[in-house]
């Protein structure tokens, strides 16, 4: 049996009977784990909501389930809960990282940070900083997932390809068409050549899920939808 201190983030919350639930966390010393929780005096349901960050205390049985002992919020949302825009992208970033994140896997502390630092920032964003925001999470995580498309764009290899991550000289039907992959050059490498303002953000969306469903085994983001109409006032661009 070992005890267990760290940091987590609620990923998903399922209950298994009355008081009693599993957890899907992303934990900073674990990485991804399923803990059974049981509500009492000083569990509350509270605590539960995803995507808490919490400081947890698991135990780690010889069966290799882990269950919850003591729960304290790490960082308390302010916004999150009660804005609709931000708790639309919360909902889609956790979509995604459910989908994308596996358990046994090699605990990578940059991932857990990244998670971390990406909800309390999505909590404290002013408005306008909102449509790109999942944005720049997904170009983050697929570069610390290790799938960093490969920088060889130039004019004789002008089509990127999905399943190879790198770009090549003839179009076939893994490849994006120019404009694309342009744009997903420019996204990953070029900064400075994008018109921000202007970006089709949703068009580059679905390139980076396409992507994702190529190398991180991605299926279909129900969340999507719900993405798109909680940031239609901005009137972005297709």
Known sequence: MEFIQTKAIVLNKIQIKDFQYLLKLYTEQKGLITAAVEINHFIQPAHLQVP???DVQ???KKSQRYQIKDIKPSYVYQTLYIDFKKNA???FLVEVLIKTL???EVIDEKIFSLLNSTFIQLDQSNTESLPLFHLLFLREFVILSGHTPLENFDSLNAYFHLQEGKFISRPNEQTLDKNDSQLLYQFFFDNKQLNWKDLPVFRLTHILL???RHHLLLQQVQSLSFLKDA???FELKY
């Open 52 to 54: 808490n960050i919490i």
């Open 89 to 91: 992208i919360a909902q």
């Open 231 to 233: 940031l239609m006032e």
């Open 58 to 60: 698991i135990v780690q």
């Open 210 to 212: 396409d992507y994702m």
């Open 102 to 104: 596996k358990e046994e």
